[in-house]
């Protein structure tokens, strides 16, 4: 249901938003920033539904509507969503997708007096998309309104975010998670191990719940395991090569995140809790020099970045795994 309640934390964003909708004065375009799994995409398609609305509450998407019902189906005429395509090879959006959606917003609108479009993944739009974006945004069709999704706010060309404003989605806290989740019928304990390892994203909550839990943090811990015992040889990596490159690049954006996450309490181990604080006993095994650990996280970085490339994502995989052992096997 598109409805404000069912929106977990960001209390004062919401009421930001709904203020707008309600004095009519929501921005023709504007950014949603915060990392994968917050919210904004389900935020950004409440404001939509709600700006669509033919009896709008308090900001609020009546939900009984045509225009309410036409939203939640995803079949309005006057509602828009371009996202990011998933290859093999790569995540993006492309020029044609933008061109697609310029045609639809040159129309008039439909059922409305007014035309949303949602860009989600709105820094993986390529550089001729994002620039055939901003003429559009330079210019708008009138009662048109943009909502551009991000979790990388400065990879988008300086001079869209220039023409947006911008609305911080801050990571959920573990509690809120928690309490999310529980509210879902998730037993406490099992919660509470999820919100820890979704660190502030609700999205990746529900996801590492669907998927069966802690797996991914497992083999990441247990791929650094076997690094620091020096029992990593050229075959383990071309099975996991050969096993990954099975993945999503977004899941093997995650097995990375949680990797760079691990090194991190490996390093602070003994002056701060660690984030994986229900791994600590197996932490305090691993034995990595704190200069290979900021290393290993400078590799992970750039492997990371390098993910929204057309790089082959098994290639990816081996280079990645060899360089945190050759940074674990050098002087
Ligand atoms: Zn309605």
Known sequence: MLTWENLFGHAATKAYLKKNIVEEKFPH???FSGEEGVGKRLAAEICAAALLCENPIDGNPCGVCESCHLVSARSHPDFYIVE????????????????NMQSEAALRPINSDRRVIIIDGAELMNKAAANCLLKTIEEPPSQTIFILLTASRASLLMTIRSRCRTINFDKL???????ALTAQGVEEQEAQRLAIIADGSFGRALKLKDSGGAQLREAALDTLEK???????????FKAG????????????????????????????EVSEPHNFDLAP????IKISERKIFLMIEAGAEFHKRLNSNANLRLLVEAYLMQIRKIHRSG
């Open 227 to 237: 690094i620091s015992r020096k029992e990593f040889s050229n075959e383990d990596i």
């Open 29 to 31: 375009a504007v950014i």
């Open 242 to 269: 050969a096993e990954m490159s099975d993945w999503s690049r977004e899941k093997f954006a995650e097995f990375l995140t949680h990797l760079q996450k691990i090194l991190r309490d490996i390093c602070f181990l």
């Open 173 to 179: 806290s573990n509690e809120q998670i928690r309490d």
């Open 282 to 285: 197996r932490l305090s095994q």
């Open 84 to 99: 990011a395509e998933e290859t093999k090879t790569s995540r993006n959006i492309k020029i044609g997708q933008i061109r």
